[in-house]
């Protein structure tokens, strides 16, 4: 891989929580131009974490990278302001579907706008840009955000974020807590993102199956290291997923600790199993 292709590159990095509690201890990872990479983990293994260092964030959680380094377009990520980083392009959708409950959803839209700065002729086309990508928003523009379904405030979280314009787009499980027909259309939403318009995707989630469906590249992490990147599709034949999901103790080539079993593999396990069976 050239490092002219690497919009991000994350170095060993270390951090922690409140002063102590160790959270990560030397995630690694990078992201191509053009990519969409999954980062795979059980709960706790540090995906959020890892998302949150990435934008430069940790900060807000008294958290803090205690060694490492992150680059994005040449950008020393852990010296730069979060502002910064969205007006150079990187733009998150971290806190679940997060949105401003009793903003409207247009006004919510518009929010993302104003982290990038935007020219008030560009916001109109950007806002029709929205709303041809989730057209489900645009009868409900004028409604408070607090008051839409689960499934359209998350798409009012991803469509803040590309208000900004960003070429690389992190975000953290946005499956989590829909129904599979809303997962499938936002997946399908961002994979015509990344396949039209180019955006570059780096997406935490649990749910591995319907990741790496979606998914070109995949990095797992697991107790806050990564242990493994490969193609999405080498992982979703490789033995590791199943493993992973199935708790089967078929041969990984990974040093497994063991651990309880995630409540999470339990629904994974089906959904993988469903796929599967598709
Ligand atoms: N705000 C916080 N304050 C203190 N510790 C935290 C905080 N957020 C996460 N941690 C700890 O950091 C470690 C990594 O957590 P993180 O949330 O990054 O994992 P995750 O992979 O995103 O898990 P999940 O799938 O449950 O979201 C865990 O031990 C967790 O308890
Ligand atoms: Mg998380």
Do not use: C, W
């Amino acid at each position: 891989m050239s490092n002219f292709d690497q919009l991000l590159s994350v170095d060993r990095i270390f951090a922690i929580y409140n002063h102590s509690v160790a959270a990560l201890q030397g995630v690694s990872l990078s992201v191509r131009t053009g990519e969409v990479r999954a980062l795979l983990g059980a709960n706790g293994a540090g995906k959020t974490t890892t998302l949150r260092a990435i934008a430069n964030l940790l900060g807000t959680q008294r958290g803090s990278v205690t060694s490492g380094r992150i680059v994005f377009d040449g950008l020393d990520v852990l010296k730069t302001p979060p502002s910064t980083l969205v007006q150079a392009g990187l733009a998150s959708v971290l806190e679940g579907r997060h949105v401003f409950k009793s903003l409207n959803v247009e006004e919510n839209l518009i929010v993302g706008a104003l982290a990038r700065g935007s020219r008030r002729s560009e916001l109109s086309a950007d806002l029709e840009r929205i709303y041809a990508l989730f057209p489900s928003l645009l009868p409900k523009r004028k409604i408070a955000a607090g008051l839409t379904s689960g499934g359209e405030q998350q798409m009012v979280a991803i469509g803040r974020a590309l208000m900004s314009r960003p070429r690389l787009l992190i975000l953290d499980e946005p499956s989590m807590g829909l129904a599979p027909i809303v997962v499938k259309g936002i997946f399908e939403t961002l994979r015509a993102l990344n396949r039209n318009d180019g955006l570059t995707i780096l997406m935490a989630e649990q749910n591995a199956a319907i990741a790496l469906r979606y998914a070109d590249q995949a990095t797992v992490i697991e107790n806050g290291t990564d242990v493994l990147s490969d193609t999405a599709d080498a992982l979703r034949r490789g033995d590791y997923v199943k493993e992973f999901y199935l708790g089967s103790n078929v041969s990984s080539g990974i040093k497994r600790e063991a651990g309880p079993q995630q409540p999470s593999a339990v629904s994974a396990s089906d959904e993988l199993q469903t796929i599967a069976a598709e």
